[in-house]
């Protein structure tokens, strides 16, 4: 299999993280470089043509798309360490956590990043800056939810480490990487104390 990604955009990276937790081997890592375009070429929108990253190559020649089926489809083939649930309820549970996380906190910081942040002019044509200012507020209300959240619980989705925490996690790295978003600047200290946890992982480093 083939893995074309994107090293400093938050859904390559939570792929990159999965497979790390999971110690799966034998997938070749293909970066592509959004900066020049090339998930714009015709050959890279024969894959994937909403032109997005992360994209996964079967052996067979399919092409899957959207970082939830790709790790879904992972989660199939290499059972454990399990990062979904093992059973209804649990995954339910473990779902729910993670989409929560998904359209909340990572979608109002990729919002905030890409309408304001300067670098990505390019790949985000037009930018709305008040809506990418409005987005970096209601992150914020959101994250106050996320840390009362844990204050109550040691994980995103409960007492164990699951997708939920590799989501929330690439999340607030984009931030305090481009927007210099930090829980602990915020005054959110149950929100740093987890994302301290979860950076001392080895899968944290990918």
């Known amino acids: ?25 034998g997938i070749e890592v293909v970066n592509v470089d959004l900066n020049a375009g090339a998930h714009r070429t015709p050959e890279f929108l024969a894959k994937s043509p909403l032109a997005k990253v992360p994209a996964l190559e079967l052996d067979d020649g399919r092409v899957l798309t959207e970082t939830r089926a790709i790790c879904t489809y992972l989660e199939g083939l ?24 998904e359209l909340t906190l990572l979608l109002q910081i990729a919002n905030a990043i890409r309408h304001t942040h300067p670098g990505l002019a390019a790949l985000e044509q037009p930018q709305f800056a008040d809506f990418g200012r409005s987005q970096g507020e209601k992150l914020l209300e959101t994250a106050k939810v996320f840390d009362q959240l844990l204050q109550q619980q040691a994980w995103m989705a409960g007492e164990r480490f699951s997708i939920a925490d590799i989501t929330a996690f690439c999340a607030l790295e984009f931030a305090r990487g481009l927007i210099k978003f930090t829980p602990a600047r915020n005054g959110l200290q149950a929100l740093q104390a987890w994302r301290d946890r979860v950076a001392e992982r080895p899968s944290a480093a990918v």
């Open 1 to 25: 299999m083939k893995l074309l990604s994107a090293h400093r955009a938050p859904n390559p990276r939570r792929v990159l993280m999965f497979i790390a937790e999971k110690g799966i081997t």
């Open 78 to 101: 290499y059972p454990g360490p399990n990062l979904m649930g093992e059973d209804a309820t649990t995954r339910a549970f473990i779902e729910m956590a993670d989409r929560r996380v």
